[in-house]
């Protein structure tokens, strides 16, 4: 299935049904009288977030949604039914905005939540309303009321445990398919991630959920490289992994420009728990591992973990570490303590 991250789409509720103007005749009943019902409520456009979604590739071909216009009103007195409701079915972290594209209307990001997005147009009276004891036989019977449209922009942001955050070609899709399910495209060159990916990694009896972010470079935040799209993604994760490949000479450069974009492009961002590793060990000398460990060390000023994800090494301890901090950021109670 092809990944699609963002939208735009047409969404229109039902109008609502005509009333009747209608009277009852019937032999032997003598001033039968006024007995047209009402028109029925049109449909309503309903967003519903579901599991088994990860993608907005449903709105990429299909991009007019419109509910069902109410029933009219019919003679003795039957009112009409009401329009049927238009339900789009989305991914758990979709955002809806208005044509604008910086106005939020709607935030999913419970299974099961059901958002009405536009409500139906209210069915018109039929002359069986307008009947009184001094207006005993009425012929007014009015248009149902006309329904709401909108255009509205789907952006998808991926919900994980953790993020994925590097420069290109830093090993993210490596780790990612070394240590979950997940088949993301490897190769030896820049950009090979166009798309985020996500992964179940498994520890021991327990799982958390991986996203692989594509790579930033320097002005991602400008819209350089791949631009700010895939950074919203980082937004809904609990924590970040920032790899850093160690075959480059500069690597606190490297980790810093990833910090400065994060910090630049803000929603706090440059504040969420980050752990570091550096990664493609297995192509280093002992020497240059320490060494460059060190240098990471003091530029992030917190522990790094030397890993590789080609062998395998030291990434069953970084995974449990990892583990215990999803697990910090699911409880508050223990993130307080």
């Keep these: 299935m092809k990944f699609l991250d963002q939208a735009k789409i047409f969404v229109r509720s039902g109008n609502g049904g ?25 449909g309503d456009v309903i967003l519903e977030c579901v599991d088994g979604l990860n993608t907005l590739i449903d709105y990429r071909y299909a991009q007019h949604f419109k509910a069902e216009t109410g029933h009219h009103g019919m003679g003795s007195q039957r009112t009409g039914g009401a329009g049927k409701d238009i339900v789009l079915r989305l991914p758990r972290g979709t955002q809806v905005f208005a044509e604008d594209n910086e106005t939020l209307l ?12 536009l409500k139906g147009g209210d069915g018109g009276y039929g002359n069986l309303h307008y009947k009184s004891s001094t ?23 991926l919900i994980a445990d953790i993020g994925l955050v590097g420069l290109p ?28 990916g996500l992964g179940v990694v498994k520890v021991g009896e327990r ?27 980082v937004e809904r994760c609990r924590a970040l992994l920032h790899l850093v490949d160690g075959t480059q000479d500069d690597i606190v450069g490297a980790y810093r420009t990833v ?33 460059k460990r060190a240098l990471l060390a003091k530029a992030s000023r917190k522990a790094v973990h030397v890993i590789s994800g080609v062998s395998g090494h030291g990434v069953q301890p970084l995974l449990h ?13 223990k993130e307080a303590a």
């Design 169 to 196: 070609n830093a090993g993210k899709s490596t780790f990612l398919a070394a240590t979950s399910n997940a088949r993301p495209k490897i190769a030896d060159y820049p950009f090979t991630t166009l798309t985020p």
């Design 207 to 233: 799982e958390f959920v991986m996203a692989d972010i594509p790579g930033l470079i320097e002005g991602a935040h400008e819209g350089s490289g791949l631009g700010t799209r895939f950074l919203g993604h």
């Design 18 to 42: 005509a009333g009747c103007a209608g009277f009852r005749r019937e032999k032997f009943i003598e001033f039968g009288g006024p007995d047209g019902g009402d028109g029925g409520r049109g």
């Design 106 to 117: 709607v935030d999913l990001t419970e299974i099961g939540q059901r958002v009405v997005l």
């Design 259 to 291: 910090r400065a974009e994060l910090k630049a492009y803000g929603g706090n961002l440059a504040r969420k728990k980050e752990v570091v590793a550096l990664n493609k060990t297995d192509a280093m000398t002992d020497e240059d591992i320490e060494a």
């Design 321 to 333: 570490e990892l583990m215990k901090l999803v697990d910090r950021q699911r409880d508050p109670a």
């Design 135 to 157: 207006n005993r036989a009425p012929r007014r019977a009015d248009k149902g009321w006309p329904g709401e449209e909108l255009w509205v922009w789907l952006r998808l942001k």
